[in-house]
């Protein structure tokens, strides 16, 4: 399994931005696809995106299409989650995972970093 250390969350207002990183170790990062997840009070674990290894195919939550972006930089073994025109529905605790395939479950979790957006 792939370690995963997430970065970047913190308060903002609504309207801001901010830009998740999720660092993994290991020298097979490539093979494995990755997720972001949030999960809000009250409210279960919520998919946010996910990219393939190669990061050529993306997919997002329809609440989250449109001002959220994620990429990746196999070179740094790193995912990103940019947020943009961020709204108070956002605040969540958001976590990033891996899985070794597009029909394989995420087994490999981060330990989530929290995000804030003041209305």
């Known amino acids: 399994q792939v370690q995963l250390v997430e970065s970047g969350g913190g308060l903002v207002q609504a309207g801001g931005s901010l830009r998740l990183s999720c660092a993994a170790s290991g020298r097979t990062f490539s093979s494995y696809d990755m997720g972001w997840f949030r999960r809000s009070p009250g409210k279960g674990r919520e998919h946010v995106a996910t990219?393939?290894?190669?990061?050529?195919?993306?997919n997002y939550a329809d609440s989250v299409k449109g001002r959220f972006t994620i990429s990746r930089d196999n070179a740094k073994n790193t995912v990103y989650l940019q947020m943009n025109s961020l709204k108070p529905e956002d605040t969540a605790i958001y976590y990033c995972?891996?899985?070794?395939?597009?029909?394989?479950?995420?087994?490999?979790w981060g330990q989530g970093t929290q995000v804030t957006v003041s209305s």
């Open positions: 990219i393939s290894g190669s990061g050529g195919s993306t």
């Open positions: 995972a891996a899985r070794v395939g597009p029909i394989a479950p995420f087994r490999s």
